[in-house]
């Protein structure tokens, strides 16, 4: 499985905050053109934190704009909403919502576009959410991998600077189900390939920042994943 991922965009207004991201149309088309033409992955993902102020008047021009430039992926693609994204509704009124799975090349990807936010920068699953995880698992044994923006990390860890205020609890439901990777953003200093007992953990370097990063994931069942990442000249 090839998944290309990009995350943190902040398509904002200038001078606002200091990762406000204006050249963000044009970083953009340079990034599609790239995963059309040299990654060609089986799927690309967009991991939240599209805008950088959601109660901005022009949020949804923004969101027409960014949609207009991922709809020239060639291949599939979904849009998860993070933290600085309006509310999962309106989100989904523009990038339409991932399917409950989405099975490509002999695995399974699980997008979890809900999860609220939660204070102090981090996010909560739901019980019937965790259950998504186990319904994924039944009757199939390839590849699982888990997508949201927020990272899932043991607490124990020092990369846990935001997190799931449940995270013991879905951690243990990847166990069960045996996700074998766990994609997320949110982190803007991002974090390398992490093991947790059967789980990858990793979450992708913010495209607001320079080197403005594409990752390319390349994932097989028992095998560690390999991410590489493109970046795109300034
Ligand atoms: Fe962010
Ligand atoms: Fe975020």
Redesign the pocket.
Known sequence: MKIAALS?IHFGTPGSEDWCYEAAPEKLRQAVSRINRDLQPDVTLIL??LLEDPGAKDARARMDTLYEIFSALTGPWFAIR???DVPAEAFHAVFPPPPDFLDLAGGRLLAFPRDPDEPA?RSSRSPSELKRLAKARENFSGPLVAVQ??PVVPPELALAR?NYINAEEVLAAMQDADVGLSLS????KGFPLTRYEGTWLCAIPPFCQPPHAVACIRYQLSEKPVVTVVAERD
């Open positions: 943190d939240g934190d993070g933290n600085h920068y923006h927020v935001y953003g949110h982190d803007h």
